[in-house]
Structures are given as structure tokens and as C-alpha cells.
């Protein structure tokens, strides 16, 4: 891969601004939306930082009128949104400005969805056709800005909160949650510490992985995938190990957006079993995902040896072979410091069970490559506890 700047004006999936410097052009998508007074959404780290008060500045300069929300959990709950479309309704504001990590991300879009919205949010889980109760009129315009590699969210049509009540993570879904304008500045990643680069990388990684093993037919995703894969091979480890690397970051910023528009194809059990483990214990999703992604490709290894096989062949591994890409994915995490097992995040023997109920009935279970029966999954959950590959 060259090491040239990257940079491009995109308007797939959505209108995105790429390249280093381009935050500075925020007051222009702002305006291209007719966004005059926007709430800004963050967490309450991202809020802090300094590259933040850099984006404020450029808001100020511009005259821009704005306010910060930032009462944001990693893993958002509904009363997050709640909280947000309170001070987006009290500011009066017109707007959205999403900035940080996959949680701000999600709580921001969901903010604009509920604005205009009676119903509450979990009425418009992505089950069956609850999208269609949204009036979307009512929902605000969004400008969205991550200042992590991972998620996607911002070229995402779903957001992703814990239900309190149940312990268990929920996916709220419109087609029109997808942001309009959306500005990706690797300079915004610079500072992310060594540990939070490498469990984003791994989750921005899984999405292109478990989308391009789904099931189904779709050739465009697929050829999205491979390629976000390469550019993680390409620069995950370096962002990790030298995080002033702006190549590096680039091409993680780009794997990130392309894994999020990959995965309309579909995910699977490293997900479906994520999802169940932060519900339950709260860790944190992308560490989650990296734990079980080994055991998982083991698990699906009847379904997917070939396909992984030519993946190896595109991203330049020694060997062009299943093995020879498990082989990556273990040495990959072993380099980046991630634990192996599940237990050592926290998850007792006794919680298995539900995990296993509750992974088996995952948005993304149904597209896993080999079916997710509990039988199934409880074996798969029991090596990732214990560490056992096969």
C-alpha cells in the first residue's frame, strides 16, 4: 500500500469527507444540511479531549451556535437518548453533530431519530416491520464525526443500546438513521491510546470477517470486505505500535466505514455472543468480539475453509489457506495484548446458559455461516471460556 496521504470525497454509502484536516470543513456540512444550531453528542472521555476543543473552536470561528451533550455510557442505554432529546429539545436546536466512538455514535443518531418520535425507543427494535412506526419527518439531520476505527456507525442505519431491565442489547433501526454528511479525519484518532486502537481495530476487522462469511449472496459486500481486511492487515498493528502513524491510522479509518457498509450482508456468532456478554457484563464490545473471534472461525471452519482460503490469497498471507489466516487472526491478537478466553473479561461458568439463550436469538445469529442451535453455542461458549480451539 503506498504511503501517500489518503483523501477522497465519497458519496457511498453516504457523503463522506476523507483525509487528514478535513474536521475543518464541518461548518460546510453543517450548512449543506441546513443544520444551524446543532447538538453535539459525545462521552464524557471524548468531551474532554483536546482534539475536541479544536472541533468547538472551528464551530466558534465559523459562528456556529452550540451545546455538548456528553452524559453517554460506553455501552448507551435508553435513558442516554432520553436525556439527549431533553437538551435537544431544550437548546431548540436543528441538528445533530455525532462525535466519538461507536457508543456516542449510536446514542447521536438515536437523539435525532427520537426528536420527533411519541413512541419509546425500544418500540423500534429492528424486529419485523417496527421500523415503519417511526415518522420520519419528525427525525433531525445528522453530521457524523468518529474519533475511533472501529464501529462503522457512522455509515450505519442502526444503533445498539442495553435494555436494563433484561440485561441484554437491543438494535433500533430506520433507513434514515444513516447521517448525511459523515467527515472521517484520521488526525481525530492521533492520541488513541495503544489498547483502545487495537480492540476497535479487531471489531472494524470482525465486521468485514463475519460479513464476508455470511450467508447469502452479495458480491458487492464481499468484494468490500476483502479489501477492508487488507487494509487492516496493512494497518492495525502499526497504528498500535506507532500511534502518530497517519497512514496507518488512514487505512483503519477506511476498514472501519467499509466494514459497517459490508455488513448489511450480514454478521454472525462473534457477534451474536458479543452482544450477549456485554449485555450481561458490560465489557467492552470490541475486546469482546476479538476474544471470540478464533473460536468462532474454528466453529464455522466446515462452512467457510475455501472462502478464507482466497482472503488469505488477497491480503498477501504466507499461507493461502484457512489455517494460514487463523494463524494471522491468532498472531494479530496475541501482538495487540488481547485476553484468549472469556472468563478472564469477567464471565462466571454459571452465566453460560443464559449467554448461550440469549446468543441464540441474536439479530445476528441467522446469518452465521453454520447454524447457531444452543447445542451448538453452548460448545462454542464453553471452548472460549476455557481456551480450547477445537
Known amino acids: 500500500m503506498a504511503e501517500a496521504i489518503l483523501e477522497g470525497n465519497w458519496n457511498y454509502p453516504t457523503s463522506v469527507r476523507f483525509g487528514p484536516g478535513r474536521i475543518r470543513e464541518l461548518p460546510q456540512a453543517l450548512a449543506e444540511l441546513g443544520i444551524a444550531k446543532p447538538l453535539l453528542v459525545t462521552d464524557p472521555v471524548v468531551a474532554g479531549l483536546n482534539a475536541t476543543a479544536g472541533i468547538l473552536d472551528v464551530l466558534r470561528t465559523a459562528r456556529v451556535p452550540l451545546r455538548v451533550f456528553s452524559d453517554v455510557k460506553p455501552n448507551p442505554v435508553a435513558k442516554n437518548v432520553a436525556a439527549g432529546v431533553r437538551a435537544f429539545r431544550r437548546g431548540r436546536h436543528d441538528g445533530v453533530v455525532a462525535l466519538g466512538g461507536g457508543s456516542a455514535l449510536d446514542a447521536a443518531k438515536a437523539v435525532a431519530l427520537m426528536v420527533g418520535q411519541s413512541r419509546p425507543l425500544f418500540d423500534f ?90 450467508t447469502g449472496f452479495h458480491p458487492l459486500a464481499d468484494g468490500i470486505a476483502v479489501e477492508a481486511m487488507r487494509l487492516v492487515r496493512f494497518g492495525l498493528a502499526r ?32 457477534h451474536s455472543v458479543a452482544h450477549a456478554v456485554g449485555g450481561m457484563f458490560d465489557t467492552h464490545h470490541g475486546t469482546t468480539i476479538a476474544v471470540m473471534m478464533p473460536y468462532v472461525l474454528r466453529f464455522n471452519r466446515k462452512a467457510i475453509d475455501e472462502r478464507l482460503a482466497r482472503a488469505a490469497g488477497y491480503l498477501g498471507l504466507a499461507r493461502a489457506s484457512f489455517a494460514g489466516f487463523l494463524d494471522w487472526v491468532l498472531g494479530l491478537r496475541r501482538k495487540l495484548g488481547i485476553p484468549e478466553r472469556l472468563d478472564e473479561l469477567g464471565v462466571t461458568a454459571k452465566a453460560v446458559p443464559e449467554l448461550v439463550e440469549r446468543a441464540a436469538v441474536d439479530p445476528t445469529a441467522g446469518t452465521n455461516p453454520v447454524p447457531l442451535t444452543t447445542e451448538a453455542l453452548r460448545g462454542l461458549v464453553e471452548r472460549a471460556m476455557t481456551g480450547r480451539m477445537s
Open 125 to 214: 427494535e429492528d424486529v419485523g416491520d417496527n421500523w415503519t412506526r417511526i415518522k420520519p419527518e419528525g427525525m433531525a439531520p445528522v453530521v457524523a464525526i468518529p474519533t475511533t476505527s472501529g464501529t462503522g456507525s457512522e455509515v450505519g442505519r442502526s444503533s445498539v443500546f442495553v435494555d436494563e431491565r433484561t440485561r441484554t442489547k437491543r438494535i433500533v433501526f430506520h433507513p434514515r438513521m444513516l447521517p448525511g454528511k459523515v467527515i472521517l479525519d484520521p488526525q481525530l484518532t492521533l492520541d488513541m491510546p495503544p489498547r483502545l486502537t487495537g480492540a476497535v481495530g479487531m471489531d472494524a476487522l470482525s465486521h468485514s470477517l463475519e460479513a464476508y462469511c455470511a
Open 239 to 270: 497504528a498500535f505500535e506507532h500511534g502518530g502513524d497517519l497512514a496507518a491510522r488512514s487505512a483503519m479509518m477506511a476498514a472501519s466505514a467499509m466494514g459497517a457498509t459490508a455488513f448489511q450482508k450480514g454478521l454472525g456468532a462473534m
